[in-house]
């Protein structure tokens, strides 16, 4: 049964529509990401769910209760903004047992749960210390603990970990998820890093201007996408134009591929997407004859920039311990059969 | 070869505004200074001798001490006041839509525009025995008898307040734009009502604006001259109009020289400390 329900949520600045007509529903427990890309709405979606903003249109409920008129701090959910929005006043164990303060706890028990809490996102020995005087992964983590401490019904995280810088960011990706699976609170995640939304998410809700593109789960999000913005969106692809020309056969230019097309008639203009990570290259026939433009290392994997019949081309191979191929090699490019997707032109 | 320049430069660069400051300020405060430690006499007028007679007359004599006490007695209620009235003041004023936000800034900075003594005497003619608080007063049916704020502590106290919550607002302002405005939407999240956002998460943001403009209200209000003169007059007198009468009228110069003197340390060592104590409480808190 679902927990967290949105029904035709929307909301409009004056003329400008924000978000337009959400549904959703998200079951108990479950890691739902908003993505999409910098304006599409998702913290005007995440602040109408905390009651900071007032809906146009439609209702949200939580556990079966309309709670759309409800007022922020009668909502009681956890919430984690960009900027962390600590109380600089105020000590960490301040910050943190602000929430339980006003749910008129008593002052030993707060001060039991903040250590706990604090001990779960491992800063016990920061509790006397000013936002002032953390690094921003600490005050990253105060403020979770903030949220989390008052045992919220739903988390609700507003890119935590965008002014994080890389290494951190994934550590804490990982750190933030096994947590929330040890609590089993319910979490939306807002962010712009589809790496993020993929490595966390049981469930990725795509945004584009104000709309949802596609709900899905990160491996079907990531396999198939249900437009070439989502394709373009989540991952890296590559997009080649072309036209349907039999049953199961695309043209491009000269030459011929293998894709699924469905019922669709031939001369249909059409793009085939595939990614970068799914060719096979090799040295030898048979494949998709193509020139080496650019070997860029990666580490873990070489990216290639290469040129064919189907035009411009990007290419990553596994790093094998070699410089495989240089800059003016011919290299032959294969696939496994369901690798190319297939978007009708205007999709 | 730059290094005695570059460690020079600042020297050389600072080096107008220090002249000016040394001839224009240093100089005459150091004239000033010396000028109390001379004695005075009525006939003959300044001697050239050096004594501490001037400092202690001013410090034993109840007719001055009250002068003393009544400057900063003014000094901290019209402090008190200004935050009382200024800190809503901005508090709704950052909370407008920025269109009514700078139309209401500019009504509350105006006042700033205009000249001290000509606002001070726009007081004088509503204080006044014939004014409009008498008229209302009469016609309100309070007597014929003129209500004059005119030469008292009262009226002394509203001309001040007037002239100076202007700079207690600015000050405020200032620290009320710095707050993230997110962190009271993370109190409203937390289950704090409105007045409980505002008491424990705004107020304390804006302390440092608040304590700051404390300090500019209250040393303006200790040192100044032209409202107390006016409003005041020889029956009101603050330190200030104390020290000008010494000077012009009984022409006793080390003698108001001293009282000079006296109220500026006086001036600085509560301004001092009290800023040391704002330091020590929030060094930690902000950058
Ligand atoms: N108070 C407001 N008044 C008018 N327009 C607004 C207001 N708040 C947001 N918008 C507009 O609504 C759109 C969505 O904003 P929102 O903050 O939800 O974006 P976002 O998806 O969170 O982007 P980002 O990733 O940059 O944070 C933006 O185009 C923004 O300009
Ligand atoms: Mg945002």
């Known amino acids: 049964m679902s927990y967290l329900n949105f029904q035709a949520l929307g909301k409009q600045f004056g003329d400008f529509v924000a978000v337009h007509d959400m549904n959703l529903s998200i079951d108990r427990g479950e890691f739902i990401s908003f993505l999409g890309p910098s304006g599409c709405g998702k913290t005007t979606t995440l602040q109408m769910i905390a009651g900071l903003l007032t809906p146009t249109t439609g209702k949200i409920f939580l556990d079966g209760v309309d709670i759309t008129e409800t007022p922020a701090n009668k909502r009681g959910l956890g919430i984690v903004f960009q900027s962390y929005a600590l109380f600089p006043h105020m000590t960490v164990t301040e910050n943190v047992s602000f ?55 739903v988390l609700l995280l507003d890119e935590p970990l965008s002014n994080l810088d890389a290494k951190l960011r994934e550590e804490m990706r990982i750190e933030l998820r096994l947590l929330q699976q040890d609590i089993g609170v319910t979490t939306i995640l807002v962010t712009h890093d589809q790496e993020e939304a993929l490595s966390m998410s049981d469930r990725i809700v795509v945004m584009q201007e104000g709309e949802v593109s596609q709900i899905a789960a990160p491996l079907e999000l990531y396999e198939r996408p249900a437009s070439t913005f989502v394709s373009h969106f989540v991952g890296k692809t590559n997009l080649v134009q072309g036209q349907v020309t039999a049953l199961n056969e695309v043209g491009i230019n000269e030459t011929r591929l293998k894709v699924d097309t469905g019922q669709r008639a031939p001369g249909m203009a059409v793009q085939i997407s595939i990614r970068p990570e799914k060719f096979i290259m090799s040295t030898e026939e048979p494949g998709l004859k193509v020139y080496v433009e650019t070997a860029i290392f990666l580490g873990a994997s070489w990216l290639y920039r290469v040129n064919g019949s189907l035009g411009e081309l990007f290419v990553t191979q596994p790093n094998t311990g070699s410089a495989r191929y240089t800059k003016g090699d011919t290299a032959w490019l294969s696939w496994q059969e369901g690798s190319l997707t297939l978007f009708e032109e205007h999709a | 070869m730059g290094g005695v320049n570059t460690r020079l430069a600042p020297y050389f660069l600072t080096a107008p505004g220090i002249v000016f400051f040394v001839a224009l300020l240093g100089a005459p405060m150091l004239m000033t200074f010396l000028l109390s430690l001379h004695s005075y006499d009525f006939n003959t007028g300044i001697q050239s001798d050096w004594t501490f007679a001037n400092y202690i007359e001013v410090l034993g004599d109840s007719y001055f001490q009250k002068i003393f006490g009544r400057t900063f007695g003014l000094a901290l209620l019209v402090t008190v006041i200004c935050v009382l009235i200024g800190v809503p003041e901005a508090y709704i004023l950052s909370k407008m839509s920025s269109r009514w936000r700078s139309i209401f800034l500019l009504v509350v900075l105006g006042p700033l525009l205009i000249s001290v ?19 209302i007063s009469q016609a309100l049916g309070f007597g014929d008898a003129p209500v004059s704020l005119m030469f008292t502590f009262t009226g002394m106290t509203i001309a001040l307040v007037h002239v100076l919550v202007p700079f207690m607002v600015i000050s405020v302002w200032a620290s009320l734009q710095k707050i993230d405005p997110q962190s009271e939407d993370a109190g409203y999240c937390l289950g704090a009502s409105k007045l409980t956002v505002l008491r424990r998460i705004t107020l304390p943001q804006a302390m440092p604006g608040i304590l700051s403009g404390s300090i500019i209200v209250f040393a303006l209000t200790a040192s100044a001259f032209a409202t107390p003169a006016i409003i005041g007059g020889r029956r009101m007198k603050v330190v200030a109009t104390a020290a000008y009468d010494e000077y012009l009228s009984t022409l006793n110069w080390p003698l108001g020289a001293a009282i000079a003197v006296l109220l500026l340390v006086a001036n600085v060592v509560i301004i001092a400390s009290y800023n040391k104590l704002i330091e020590r409480r929030f060094a930690k808190v902000f950058e």
Do not use: H, N
């Open chain 1, 99 to 153: 929430g339980l303060e006003m749910r008129g706890i008593a002052k030993t028990e707060r001060l039991e749960r903040c250590r706990d809490t604090l001990a779960q996102v491992r800063l016990e020995q920061f509790s006397d210390r000013y936002p002032k005087e953390l690094s921003g992964g600490q005050r990253q983590r105060v403020a979770l603990a903030r949220a989390l401490v008052i045992e919220p019904p």
């Open chain 2, 117 to 135: 003594v000509v606002r001070t005497l726009g007081w004088a003619l509503l204080f006044g025995g014939k004014g409009l608080l008498t008229m």
